[in-house]
């Protein structure tokens, strides 16, 4: 029975993904940092929920260690904790912007790093990294969400190459629009009233989000496509969630930046 490591497991992508895996006969470790919220997910069979805060490195290998003992291995290891934050760079303070980085991207290293010697032991995992539509497009206000989130893209990438002869596969998620909380818990925003000149760009970003929102996915999407990654035999490293997401990153590919950032500001007049 195989065993998958999970971190912001209590809600959205992380307890859909828990749930789906468990209901395939997987072993799950759900870490989050308030294990009692994790209490559903605590009464299912061969789950264990343990608590792991990305940005307290001495949370990480002591959780690391409790799903080893309880399971024997990890087989995958889902990087999934994180937040956005949104508006703009002048409004958010030094602390803010850090603690965007060290969730996003510090915290994502400090797990893997956390893991690597165990499926390097064993000479084989897979790891998947949750990266975004934001990984590879961007929208206005987005500065620090979206440096997080090409980071996750290109560090995953180099990783992929570096753990390969290991037996290692390294995988990245790109979620579209997901019903989750993102906009609540998981969603920073920051705009300071003295900074007036920024309020046309965050009125027009309003209207923009509203437009790309209005039909978003369900976590369980997510969860789907992340088991796919997880079963992939072969070298493909990234995988789309969600229609809106084949749409939008369709049209980057194909469009020179001009051009593809000429619509997003003709979305956000409309």
Known sequence: MKTILITGASSGIGEAT??????????????????????????????????????????????????????????????????????????????????????????LLEVTKAVLPHMRQNRSGTIINISSIGGQITFPLGTLY??????????????????EPLGIRVRIV??????????GSSFDFAMDESLSDYAPTAEAMGRLFGKLASNPSAPETVAEVIWDAANETGDRLRFRAGADAERLLDERKSQDDAEFIGGIKTLMRG
Do not use: C
């Open 174 to 183: 790109e979620p579209g629009m997901i019903k989750t909380n993102f906009g």
């Open 146 to 163: 979206h440096g997080t989130k090409f980071a996750v893209e290109g560090l995953s990438e180099a990783l992929h190459f570096e753990l």
């Open 18 to 107: 828990a749930r789906h895996f468990q209901a395939q006969g997987w072993n799950v470790i759900a870490t989050m940092r308030d294990p009692s919220k994790g209490s559903t997910l605590a009464d299912l069979d061969n789950t264990l929920v343990t608590g792991l805060d990305v940005t307290d490195a001495t949370s990480i290998p002591a959780a690391v260690a409790a799903g080893i003992e309880r399971f024997s291995q990890i087989d995958v290891l889902l990087n999934n904790a994180g937040y956005g934050a949104y508006g703009a760079l002048e409004a958010f303070t030094m602390d803010r912007i850090r603690r965007q980085f060290d969730t996003n991207v510090i915290g």
